[in-house]
């Protein structure tokens, strides 16, 4: 947990670096429906729990004990879907499902925020909203990614512009540089993802009836 390299002056963690890499790893994994995107996201999380524990960052430590979690679900969930070799099918949420994401956002953020603000020893009062959005957002994103929602990929984009600043605030440099790179590889998975889907259903349009 204490292993760590100097890169431009600062004190970078493997456990930090490492465990992006997978994270970047499992954007590519996901782009492609890969079952190995819940074991890699499994990884990342476990190496980032170690980080954010060696940088005394509690509230990230819960969130990466939550996707742990969550990858978990996933795991399952994906397993089902590609059962007899079936391609995973992608769609977007409907409208209640959109709706529902993001009451649960604004809610869970609030609720985890006047938490975060009331437990004084995860060193994170001087940000508690910040630290419960991009807590919340995660969790939703991942349980979107798990439904195979294309929406998903846009809650990681609302997740991202607020992760790179609270990244660098926390002083997990390599986090912060991998959130920007997230949002690159995000655009390009919405993008294909949708396209996907309206492929999908261009098919079942031009299928002669009867």
Known sequence: MNAA???LGERILWTDAIGNVL?????????????WTWPVQLAGAALLLAASVHAD?????LKQL??????GFGWLAWSRGTRDHRDLLVRPATVRERVTLLVVLAVG???VAELFTHLSWLHIAWSPWANA????GSA???FAQSRALVDFWIIWMLVDLVGVPL???SGLYASAAVYGVFFVLVLLGFTRWRREYRSRQAGFAAQPVG
Do not use: C, D, H, Q
Not at 25 to 34: E, N, Q
Not at 66 to 71: E, N, P, R, S, Y
């Open 5 to 7: 390299f100097e890169l």
């Open 23 to 35: 994270s970047l790893a499992v954007v590519w994994l996901a782009m492609r429906k890969t079952l």
């Open 57 to 61: 960052v509690p509230g990230n430590a």
């Open 66 to 71: 939550l996707f742990i979690a969550l990858a």
């Open 109 to 111: 953020t609030a609720a």
């Open 133 to 136: 959005y991009v807590f919340v």
């Open 140 to 142: 939703i994103a991942t």
């Open 167 to 169: 990244a660098v605030k």
